[in-house]
């Protein structure tokens, strides 16, 4: 089932207001989409418990903005949530002006920013099936600080470094 978020509002307001969380994604294979599972446990010092990428490394968790998402829609591509293989899409905040080391707040779980962005050195499934990908410029990776449930509807709001 597709979610359609293509008429959703996005915040627009001047003063720091809180993102959203409009998916929970995990795939049990690397380089695929991710399927939106609406919630999930996020594990400290682990990630998100049964995705691919959880491990004991920086990139535990993949973040992007459904803004970057709808740019790639824009363009004509068939894509929605996970299809970049990200575990959290959001709605509302500026992920990639996030400086490495930002902790961010989901109900009771911090995540803190590792990565802005990543180097892509051959062209994966997702860019071959989705023509084009937004993960090497506007994905953003994190560490799970304080594990805990998360999940669609949920507010995410930044912390101090």
Same mark, same amino acid.
């Given at each position: 089932?597709?979610?359609?978020?293509?008429?959703?509002?996005?915040?627009?307001?001047?003063?720091?207001?809180?993102?959203?969380?409009?998916?929970?994604?995990?795939?049990?294979?690397?380089?695929?989409?991710?399927?939106?599972?609406?919630?999930?446990?996020?594990?400290?010092?682990?990630?998100?418990?049964?995705?691919?990428?959880?491990?004991?490394?920086?990139?535990?968790?993949?973040?992007?903005?459904?803004?970057? +998402?709808?740019?790639?829609?824009?363009?004509?591509?068939?894509? =929605?949530? /996970?299809? &970049? @293989?990200?575990? $959290?899409?959001?709605?509302?905040?500026?992920?990639?002006?996030?400086?490495?080391?930002?902790?961010?707040?989901?109900?009771?779980?911090?995540?803190?920013?590792?990565?802005?962005?990543?180097?892509?050195?051959?062209?994966?499934? +997702?860019?071959?099936?989705?023509?084009?990908?937004?993960?090497? =410029?506007? /994905?953003? &990776? @994190?560490?799970? $600080?304080?594990?805990?449930?998360?999940?669609?509807?949920?507010?995410?709001?930044?912390?101090?470094?």
């Amino acid at each position: 089932m597709e979610l359609n978020l293509t008429n959703a509002p996005i915040a627009t307001s001047p003063h720091v207001t809180p993102g959203e969380i409009i998916a929970v994604c995990t795939s049990h294979k690397k380089g695929i989409r991710k399927q939106n599972i609406n919630s999930a446990r996020f594990i400290e010092g682990h990630g998100i418990e049964a995705d691919a990428h959880a491990g004991t490394w920086h990139r535990q968790v993949s973040l992007l903005a459904w803004e970057s +998402i709808e740019k790639m829609r824009a363009k004509g591509l068939n894509v =929605n949530v /996970g299809s &970049f @293989a990200e575990n $959290i899409t959001t709605r509302g905040i500026d992920l990639v002006s996030l400086p490495i080391g930002r902790r961010l707040k989901i109900g009771g779980t911090v995540l803190e920013v590792t990565q802005i962005g990543k180097e892509c050195h051959t062209k994966c499934a +997702i860019y071959r099936l989705a023509g084009d990908c937004v993960m090497p =410029n506007e /994905g953003i &990776f @994190a560490k799970v $600080i304080k594990g805990g449930a998360v999940y669609t509807g949920m507010p995410i709001e930044e912390l101090g470094a």
